[in-house]
């Protein structure tokens, strides 16, 4: 039998505000050359040539070195005439130069006055230090790739003999990563990755289990990653033993057998305690969710972002916290972000982050402009500045609490909007998000991704309802709706709220289903020897 498909959409363009220049092209397969637009922002206009969806068109005659505006925004300057009715892409367009981080506005913006939204739960596994983890799943922390070989058959023999022995453990995560030797270890910006690493191994989904495997030659030692007082004890070893470490190097390990063995014998008490573990009620304030995109296009700020950004709100209403990150893809907004600091001390620590990855793209000599993918371009993004715009909504609306720089760690008292200062990159951002404590992750696409994470569940947003279509068992919601006229930006992102307490509450994604997983990438600012 097959798919039914959709009714053929009218000519159809979206402009974000009256002020703007060009509208992007809704339609599914863009419009062709001639098309009439029928009626919105620029009824009677007709299209000089074939303007892909989500590109942008021009509203009117541009002038050469006039402004391209899109969220009343310049997003570029035109290099030559472009007449109205034209495809208006980044060959035609110069990038705006980056805002300057002096003389911005420093908590500025009056916090919203909203009432605070109670009532809602969901179904979690509290942890003693008064986190809540969405999943109950054991982590193996590695201090160095190399035993990445041995973990993975240990953890194949750990998911076949022993969890249908623990049917309330979720599963099991080897904490694989490039770290741990051949690095700098002291030098400046070396800290990232040991901490990202440590506070990783503590995230909330962990339930306080602490399993460590090491080689034992490694320059990241067991000692310097989970110091003696920064991890839970469960068991009767004293503080200070260190971490449940199995270390393939020991001189009682004979033979390759010996050392996954080891592994599955130490996995087996850590199983027990977390197998004792059963969800229970708690406030939607436990939340702590991520929110990011990849693969965007420009339906990311029309649809899916501008859906998260109003979950977000929703969120912080109900006393959780949502961290939004990608240094690069805030950075054209930081007027947005400053102003709407909670106070100029936070508004300060938002310009010391991106000041200090300003000066990191330096000295690898590029600037913001590498950011933009030749998908971004490909679904009508034409730079960073674009970009920015549409990625900046998933913040929401809330006043900025706090700022934590890349591999820190939330302190209990740190809820409401924070800023996690992340480089852009899918996996280094979602990495990031796990050891600030992410408990459930957003992720928005308008090319699409199989993006997942292991250690948490992923929510996959479609901005397009063509994706959401094609790929129906690998987007969890299609925000493509609000283009499509069938929901608002409001009823979406009650939709996605509702969505997120179901998930946290053990509901699989199509991620968990699938059992799709990007590995962990490190931050490491610091050189390799």
Not at 180 to 187: L, S
Not at 239 to 250: A, F, K, R, S, Y
Not at 493 to 510: K, N, V
Request: proline share 8%.
């Amino acid at each position: 039998m097959s798919t039914p498909q959709p009714s053929p959409m009218p000519p159809l363009v979206i402009r974000m505000h009256p002020e703007d220049n060009v509208a992007i092209v809704a339609n599914d397969g863009g419009l062709p050359a001639g098309t009439v637009l029928p009626d919105g922002p620029a009824q009677g206009l007709v299209l000089r040539e074939a303007v892909p969806q989500g590109h942008k068109v021009a509203l009117r005659n541009l002038a050469p070195g006039q402004a391209v505006l899109r969220y009343k925004v310049p997003v570029g300057y035109a290099r030559q005439a472009i007449a109205a009715g034209s495809w208006v892409h980044e060959r035609l367009l110069d990038m705006p130069a980056a805002r300057e981080l002096q003389g911005l506005p420093m908590a500025t913006e009056p916090a919203p006055a909203w009432s605070p939204l109670e009532g809602y739960s969901f179904e979690g596994y509290v942890n003693a230090d008064g986190s809540v983890g969405t999943r109950n799943l054991l982590a193996i922390t590695t201090t160095v790739q190399c035993v990445a070989g041995v973990l993975k058959i240990a953890v194949e023999r750990i998911e076949r003999e022993l969890l249908p022995q623990y049917p309330h453990v979720d599963g099991v995560v080897g904490l694989e990563h490039s770290y741990g030797c051949g690095v700098a270890i002291d030098a400046p910006g070396a800290e990232i990755p040991i901490r990202t690493l440590r506070h990783i191994s503590l995230n909330p989904n962990f339930g306080g289990e602490v399993m460590v495997v090491s080689l034992g030659c490694e320059k990241l030692q067991p000692s310097r990653l989970l110091p003696p007082g920064s991890f839970p004890i469960h068991d009767a070893r004293s503080p200070e033993q260190g971490p449940d470490n199995v270390c393939l190097q020991d001189a009682a390990h004979v033979g390759f057998m010996s050392m996954v063995d080891d592994i599955v014998q130490r996995a087996k008490p850590h199983l027990a305690r977390l197998n004792a573990r059963r969800r229970q009620t708690v406030p939607a304030s436990a939340l702590v969710v991520g929110v990011q995109c990849g693969g965007s296009d420009a339906f990311s700020g029309v649809t899916a972002n501008p859906a998260v950004g109003f979950m977000a709100d929703l969120v912080v209403r109900a006393g959780g916290t949502v961290m939004f990150s990608e240094n690069t893809e805030v950075r054209d907004a930081v007027e947005q972000l400053t102003s709407r600091a909670a106070t100029p001390e936070v508004a300060q620590d938002i310009v010391r982050e991106l000041g200090w990855y300003d000066q990191y793209l330096e000295r690898g000599r590029v600037d913001r402009s590498a950011n933009t993918t030749p998908g971004n371009k490909a679904g009508g993004l034409s730079n960073i500045a674009e970009k920015a715009m549409g990625s900046i909504i998933k913040s929401g609306s809330a006043a900025i609490a706090s700022v934590l720089p890349p591999g820190e760690k939330l302190r209990p008292d740190q809820k409401g909007l924070v800023f996690a200062a992340t480089p852009a990159s899918d996996f280094i951002c979602g990495t990031l998000q796990l050891a600030a404590g992410m408990n459930v992750h957003v992720f928005t696409t308008g090319r699409g991704t199989p993006y997942g994470l292991q250690a948490c569940p992923v929510v996959k947003v479609a901005t397009r309802s063509e994706l959401a279509r094609r790929w129906h068992d690998l987007m969890d919601f299609n925000a493509g709706q609000i283009a499509d006229g069938q929901m608002t930006i409001e009823q979406a992102g009650w939709a996605l709220f509702h969505m997120l307490l179901d998930t946290a509450s053990g509901r699989p994604t199509w991620a968990e289903r699938w059992r799709l997983h990007n590995a962990l990438v490190l931050f490491n600012p610091a050189p390799i020897t």
